[in-house]
Structures are given as C-alpha cells and as structure tokens.
C-alpha cells in the first residue's frame, strides 16, 4: 500500500517555465510534509517543507500549496533553471511514529535551456 | 565538514558474503536512520535509532542489523548477501523531540552484490 502517490513520473519543462509535481497522501496523521531534491550520486537534501495546518509556503522560487481536506500537496518551481534538474521527492512524516519518512515515488524533472 | 558521512561509497561484493556500512553524524541530532533505494529509486525506512535506541524496525529480513554506539554513528551490517540487496543505502539524522524534524542524508553507499 502506498501511503504517498507522487505524479507525474518525470517532467520536461523549458528554462524560465514553471515545474508542478503533485502528492497525494493517505494518512490524516501525517505532521509534517517535506519536498527532497535529489541529484545523481548524491542523498536527498531537503528542499522546502510545510505542516498542516499552513496552505502554502513560499521560499525564494520554490513554493508548497497544502490542501488538507483533499490531502494533497504540491511543489512549485518558479522559473525553472538548468541546474534544477533533479529528481524531487515528496514526503510524509508524523512524530508519534518517530518521524520516519513516507516516500512518494519520485519525480524526474528535466530543464531544457 | 560533513554533517552525514557514510563508508563506503561503493561497495561491491559477491553473494553469501558479509558486509558493514558505517554512518556518522555531527549535527548533534539524536535519531539516526537507514533508507533503502532501489534500482527504481524508490526511497524507504528500514531502521531508526533514538539515543542508542532501536525505535523503528520496518519489515527487513534479519540479515540486515543495525548498531548504534552512541547517538552520532548508526552502522549497518548485512549477512549472506542477496542479489537483492543490491541497492543505494542511505543514512540520515535529526532531531526527534523538537519541532525542527528535518532529515540530513548522507552520500549513500551504492551497494552491488555480484
């Protein structure tokens, strides 16, 4: 059972376009919602997160919308650059389960200049 | 000044062998974890550690066994490899009793059983 549906799989977006990728979770417990960024060889590095009781959250290009009645969350790339081709990874977590995080499946996003 | 470093990077070993990854931390934080990726890229928890305690233990076969020394190292060690258990695995860290629960990840160590 996958607690966090992240779609699309992959996303090719032209530099200076807006990258959207959207998350679906299952568990109304879920505390805390972090987006990774993830480049080839290197760990996920956390990008930007949000709790559930704040609709949105904006820092610098990058801006989560939360909507906790349809439990979804997304990720906006504001002016998509090159150097933002990564693979960015939703998450779910909730402290009375020692936060460990719930994946979502990953998202490819590549910039074309 | 890494905050999380794993050893090694790589690893490549044939099966039925024995093997130990090593995580260290220097942020100060108090909980420490193992993340499996897959070939797929899909990211999932097999371990947690709070202060030395073993607080999260996911559905992983029990050649898989962590040990924690003190609350900045978590090792990992795999007995009689599979071919499955070929994977990147990640280590992370943070803060468990605090409201800034944000996860540090190490570099992974690409694990290739042959």
């Known amino acids: 059972q996958q607690q966090v549906k992240q779609s699309p799989q992959s996303l090719i977006v032209q530099k200076g376009g807006i990258s959207i990728i959207n998350c679906a979770y299952e568990?109304?417990?879920?505390?805390?919602f972090p987006w990774y960024q993830q480049f080839p060889g290197k760990g996920p590095a956390l990008l930007i997160a949000?709790?559930?009781?704040?609709s949105e959250k904006k820092e610098g290009r990058f801006t989560i919308s939360f909507n906790k009645s349809a439990k979804q969350f997304s990720l906006h790339i504001m002016d998509s650059q090159p150097g933002d081709s990564a693979t960015y990874f939703c998450?779910?977590?909730?402290?009375?389960?020692?936060?460990?995080?719930?994946f979502g499946g990953g998202t490819r996003v590549l910039v074309k200049p | 000044d890494t905050a999380v470093s794993q050893t090694p990077k790589y690893l490549v070993t044939q099966m039925g062998n024995d093997k130990s990854i090593k995580c260290e931390q220097n942020?100060?934080?108090?909980?420490m974890y193992w993340y499996k990726q897959d070939s797929k890229k899909f990211l999932k928890i097999m371990f947690s550690?709070?202060?030395?305690?073993?607080?999260i233990n996911e559905t992983v076969p029990n050649r898989f066994s962590p040990k924690s020394p003190d609350k900045a190292h978590l090792n990992l060690h795999i007995n009689s490899l599979e071919l499955g258990d070929s994977a990147v695995y990640f280590c992370?860290?943070?803060?468990?009793?605090?409201?800034?629960?944000?996860?540090?990840f190490g570099q992974g160590t690409r694990l290739t059983v042959v």
């Open positions: 992370a860290s943070s803060f468990q009793g605090s409201s800034r629960t944000e996860a540090f």
């Open positions: 568990n109304t417990a879920f505390d805390y």
């Open positions: 949000i709790r559930p009781d704040v």
């Open positions: 998450a779910a977590s909730r402290k009375a389960a020692g936060n460990k995080l719930t």
């Open positions: 942020l100060g934080h108090d909980t």
């Open positions: 550690y709070n202060n030395k305690e073993l607080i």
